[in-house]
């Protein structure tokens, strides 16, 4: 990885055993898949979402583990899961259970419209270099951060890069009719110039990518996948680039759940951080006509 003041990519990446980032290009995403992205009636309604880190969507490999119940793994990032109701409430730490292949969390819908609902993970911190042989290699671990001298990276290496990570893992469920969007302002985001649960084959959509609730002003790659991927032999990533203005276009030649991926770095103001990368999975459901 280079040390420039602005990167972007398209591919993002998470090694299954320590949930970070990998330089694949084909690497293991984050997901979350609700159970249901429309629903209709007059009880409220309980939705269950799976999240999981795996190579095949949208098929488990690897769990979260809730925040507020601590974890002694340094190399499992503890994640909480919340929501914004239609109300513009927000829902914090809402229980899941980590089943070690995905986590799976209970939400009960009582409001009508729209629920935006994401699991966030504390930054993941890492350090990549060069050896003496020109190899790359990566530390895991804020103590590494100390000082270039620390006993996790080796001596005479060049091209040292500290890097915070910040992945967000989102999807919308809307119940009895759709309202306007409501979204966290915070990390990467997706915004859509329609909605995010009327979404149909033959269609384009129009997507924005936000930063800390600022639109991202330069051009970036964005991943669009279409889950089974498991039963195909190419996974067909459909990329697009945004404008300036960091407006894309999507669209929808197959019905399906959909994870649309991005990745943005930018020159971090953090002691002792080179980088911040920003990441975004953002599932959604594409109708049939």
């Not at 583990?65 to 914004?84: C, D, F, H, R, V």
């Not at 033959?202 to 991202?216: D, M, R, S, W």
């Amino acid at each position: 990885m280079k040390r420039i003041s602005m990167i972007k990519t398209a591919s993002i990446a998470a090694l299954i055993a320590m949930q970070a980032l990998s330089n694949t290009a084909s690497a293991h995403a984050r997901w979350v898949l609700p159970s249901h992205t429309n629903l209709t009636g007059n009880k409220p309604h309980t939705i269950t979402v799976d999240m999981s880190i795996s190579n095949d969507l949208f098929a488990p490999t690897h769990g979260f583990i809730m925040k507020s119940q601590g974890s002694k793994n340094p190399y499992i990032t503890p994640a909480e899961l919340t929501m914004i109701t239609p109300d513009k409430t927000t829902v914090s730490d809402i229980p899941f259970i980590n089943f070690n292949v995905k986590a799976v969390g209970k939400i009960s819908l009582e409001q009508s419209g729209t629920h935006y609902i994401r699991l966030k993970q504390d930054p993941v911190f890492f350090t990549t270099y060069n050896n003496k042989d020109n190899s790359h290699g990566k530390a895991f671990g804020k103590n590494v951060f100390k000082t270039s001298a620390d006993a996790k990276v080796p001596a005479g290496v060049s091209n040292v890069e500290r890097v915070r990570y910040l992945p967000t893992l989102d999807t919308f469920v809307s119940r009895n009719g759709m309202s306007k969007q409501q979204y966290f302002g915070k990390g990467l985001e997706i915004r859509t110039a329609g909605h995010p649960n009327d979404l149909f084959v033959g269609e384009v959509t129009k997507f924005q990518l936000y930063l800390n609730g600022k639109a991202i002003t330069e051009s970036s790659t964005i991943d669009v996948i279409q889950g089974g991927t498991r039963h195909r032999n190419d996974r067909n990533i459909e990329k697009v680039t945004s404008n300036k203005k960091g407006w894309f276009d999507v669209k929808w030649n197959q019905s399906g759940m959909y994870l649309i991926e991005t990745e943005y770095s930018v020159k971090s103001t953090q002691k002792h951080i080179d980088v911040d990368t920003y990441s975004m999975f953002s599932t959604f459901e594409v109708n049939p006509m």
